[in-house]
């Protein structure tokens, strides 16, 4: 378990000497997630929700 020190992309896990990182707070702990991860939070929420423990996830919307 690195991550703690180390800034990485909860999804990709690049860290922020690869690519830039935006920092989330969650349940008052950092995350970051990079910018081509975000759409992922966002709109695939089901997919962090095991870097994420406890996040709400949206239902999924019916087409
Ligand atoms: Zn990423």
Do not use: S, W
Not at 33 to 44: G, N, S
Request: proline share 8%; glycine share 4%; charged share 20%.
């Amino acid at each position: 378990m690195t991550e703690q020190n180390e800034k990485t992309c909860i999804n990709c896990e690049r860290t922020d000497a690869q690519i830039p990182l935006i920092t989330l707070t969650f349940k008052g702990e950092a995350k970051y997630i990079c910018a081509q991860c975000l759409p992922v939070l966002i709109h695939k929420t089901h997919l962090l929700a095991d870097k994420l423990p406890g996040v709400e996830i949206a239902p999924p919307v019916n087409h």
